[in-house]
């Protein structure tokens, strides 16, 4: 299967890493490793407080830049126009870039008017600052808002994705506006490691049931961004396109939804779905 996935013009690896929670040199080293490695995507934000490490490991790893697909966000607090403005270019300056592949409205915040914020979205890209654009934490409904206010094309939707959590409405709408779906959190923050039915299938494989979490979400065409702190996770992670799981194995992992399955807390709008 290809190993990236394409929208509206952006072509993005099917793997990337999530750097929420890593910090300073740690940080450095995970994204230098990760791309040694063979990552060629790397997730952060300006909440994460960690852009200049990012930036640290990217160079670190000797790759060419723009082999890397670095995405970044910008926080809640910061979607009036001005401040988001402020935001982008203080991401690119601590990431020593000149500009990012993917940048992102972090969180929706329904006391700002989307159409400032959109507009100020639209302009970083415009700009240069940005090579594609796109939300993430988006419903259904702010997904149809959001697609008629842009002037320029949105290429994804960054969401809470695994096997606990129903997303298929929300990829579905996404999809129809022609974005690809990120999954954050893609192995339940380390839950799924522990889960009988994944180590079965995994036990078939010869592969971990973390492995057989992320390979299910990418053989949807989500993109996966897991993070770890760990050097041999990494690879763990990263080596999940040499196995392909059956059409019943997949059924059997889709019912591991349940209701309160959703791991991080949302305070946006009630109509994920
Ligand atoms: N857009 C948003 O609002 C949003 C929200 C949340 C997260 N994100 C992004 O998505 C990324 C990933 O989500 P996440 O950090 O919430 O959770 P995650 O990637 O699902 O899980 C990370 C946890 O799983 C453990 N882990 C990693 N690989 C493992 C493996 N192979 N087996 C068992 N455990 C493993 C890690 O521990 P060790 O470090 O010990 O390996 C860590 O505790 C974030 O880092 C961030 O970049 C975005």
């Given at each position: 299967?290809?190993?990236?996935?394409?929208?509206?013009?952006?072509?993005?690896?099917?793997?990337?890493?999530?750097?929420w929670d890593l910090r300073g040199k740690t940080c450095a080293r995970m994204?230098?490793?990760?791309?040694?490695?063979?990552?060629?995507?790397?997730?952060?934000?300006?909440?994460?407080?960690?852009?200049?490490?990012?930036?640290?490991?990217?160079?670190?790893?000797?790759?060419?830049?723009?082999?890397?697909?670095?995405?970044?966000?910008?926080?809640?607090?910061?979607?009036?126009?001005?401040?988001?403005?402020?935001?982008?270019?203080?991401?690119?300056?601590?990431?020593?870039?000149?500009?990012?592949?993917?940048?992102?409205?972090?969180?929706?915040?329904?006391?700002?008017?989307?159409?400032?914020?959109?507009?100020?979205?639209?302009?970083?890209?415009?700009?240069?600052?940005?090579?594609?654009?796109?939300?993430?934490?988006?419903?259904?409904?702010?997904?149809?808002?959001?697609?008629?206010?842009?002037?320029?094309?949105?290429?994804?939707?960054?969401?809470?994705?695994?096997?606990?959590?129903?997303?298929?409405?929300?990829?579905?709408?996404?999809?129809?506006?022609?974005?690809?779906?990120?999954?954050?959190?893609?192995?339940?923050?380390?839950?799924?490691?522990?889960?009988?039915?994944?180590?079965?299938?995994?036990?078939?494989?010869?592969?971990?049931?973390?492995?057989?979490?992320?390979?299910?979400?990418?053989?949807?065409?989500?993109?996966?961004?897991?993070?770890?702190?760990?050097?041999?996770?990494?690879?763990?992670?990263?080596?999940?396109?040499?196995?392909?799981?059956?059409?019943?194995?997949?059924?059997?992992?889709?019912?591991?939804?349940?209701?309160?399955?959703?791991?991080?807390?949302?305070?946006?709008?009630?109509?994920?779905?």
């Amino acid at each position: 299967m290809p190993q990236a996935v394409e929208a509206n013009g952006a072509r993005i690896p099917l793997v990337g890493l999530g750097t929420w929670d890593l910090r300073g040199k740690t940080c450095a080293r995970m994204v230098e490793a990760a791309i040694g490695l063979g990552y060629r995507h790397i997730d952060t934000a300006a909440m994460y407080g960690n852009e200049a490490a990012v930036g640290e490991g990217l160079r670190a790893s000797g790759v060419a830049r723009d082999e890397v697909f670095i995405t970044t966000k910008v926080w809640s607090s910061d979607l009036r126009a001005r401040d988001f403005e402020r935001s982008t270019k203080e991401s690119l300056a601590k990431l020593k870039l000149s500009n990012v592949d993917l940048l992102l409205i972090h969180w929706p915040n329904p006391s700002i008017p989307l159409k400032e914020t959109i507009g100020a979205l639209c302009k970083m890209k415009r700009e240069g600052l940005a090579r594609h654009v796109g939300v993430s934490n988006f419903t259904l409904a702010l997904i149809a808002e959001a697609v008629k206010l842009s002037t320029e094309p949105l290429v994804d939707n960054q969401i809470e994705c695994h096997p606990y959590l129903d997303q298929s409405k929300v990829i579905a709408a996404s999809r129809k506006a022609g974005m690809t779906v990120t999954a954050y959190s893609p192995i339940a923050r380390g839950r799924v490691a522990g889960d009988a039915v994944l180590a079965r299938i995994g036990k078939a494989h010869g592969k971990t049931a973390a492995q057989v979490c992320l390979r299910y979400l990418v053989q949807h065409d989500v993109v996966v961004i897991p993070r770890t702190s760990r050097p041999e996770r990494l690879k763990e992670n990263f080596e999940i396109f040499d196995f392909k799981l059956t059409p019943a194995e997949m059924k059997e992992i889709a019912g591991l939804a349940h209701p309160g399955g959703r791991i991080v807390e949302w305070g946006g709008a009630p109509d994920w779905d």
